[in-house]
C-alpha cells in the first residue's frame, strides 16, 4: 500500500488511523524522506508496536524521532495541522473507512484507505448490490463520494497474493476554484 501511496503523494505528515503497530506510517517515511513526521493513531497499541518501531529505526536509523505513537479516538485526531498531511489506513474495518474518508476530507487532507470488512448492513451499497458485489458497491460509492467532495480520485489495488482486500481508494482535494 505504501509503495502505490507514494506513487501519487509525495511529502507531507503522515496520519495513520486504525495504525495498529504502525507499520504503514513508518514505510511510508523510509519511501519518501520528504516527509517530517508521522502519527499513527490507534484506540490500543500492540504491546510489541514499541518493539517492531526500536527494530525498524536499528535497521534505518532515519526514523528515530519521527513516529509518534498515539493511542486516542479517531474523532480526536486534529487532521490538516500541516496542509500536505495525508491521511492513511490499511485493512480499515467496516465504516471505519468511511470514518476515515469523512475526517481526512472535511480537513482537506490527501487521503488513501484499503478498505476491508465490508459491513453491509451499515455501510452505504448506493443501490448498486443488485448489479456488483456488495462490498464492491459500497467502494463505488466511497469514490463517489469522495469525488462530490471536491476530490480528484484514483483507485488502485494490490496484488491479491498481498492480500484478498486489496482495493485501494486513494484522493486529493483539488484546487478551490473562484
Known amino acids: 500500500m505504501a509503495k502505490r501511496v507514494r506513487r ?42 514499541r518493539k517492531l518501531h526500536e527494530s525498524l529505526v536499528e535497521a534505518w536509523p532515519r526514523l528515530a524521532g519521527r513516529v509518534e505513537f498515539v493511542v486516542r479516538a479517531m474523532d480526536d485526531v486534529e487532521l490538516g495541522v500541516f496542509s500536505s498531511d495525508v491521511v492513511v489506513s490499511s485493512h480499515a474495518c467496516g465504516a471505519l473507512t468511511d470514518v476515515v474518508l469523512q475526517r481526512a476530507s472535511a480537513a482537506r487532507a ?28 459500497i467502494d463505488v460509492m466511497r469514490a463517489v463520494r469522495l469525488r462530490e467532495k471536491g476530490y ?12 484478498p482486500k486489496n482495493r485501494l481508494l486513494l484522493g486529493a482535494p483539488l484546487p478551490d476554484i473562484p
Do not use: K
Open 8 to 49: 501519487e503523494f509525495r511529502g507531507g505528515r503522515i496520519v495513520d488511523l486504525g495504525a495498529g503497530h504502525g507499520l504503514l506510517a513508518q514505510v511510508m517515511l523510509l519511501l519518501d524522506d520528504s516527509s517530517p513526521s508521522s502519527l499513527a493513531v490507534d484506540t490500543s497499541l500492540p504491546p510489541s508496536a
Open 110 to 137: 490527501r487521503v488513501a484507505v484499503l478498505p476491508c470488512c465490508h459491513d453491509l448492513a451499515v455501510c452505504d451499497r448506493g443501490d448498486l448490490d443488485g448489479w456488483i458485489d456488495g462490498a464492491l458497491a
Open 152 to 163: 480528484r480520485v484514483w483507485t488502485r489495488s494490490i496484488p491479491a497474493d498481498i492480500t
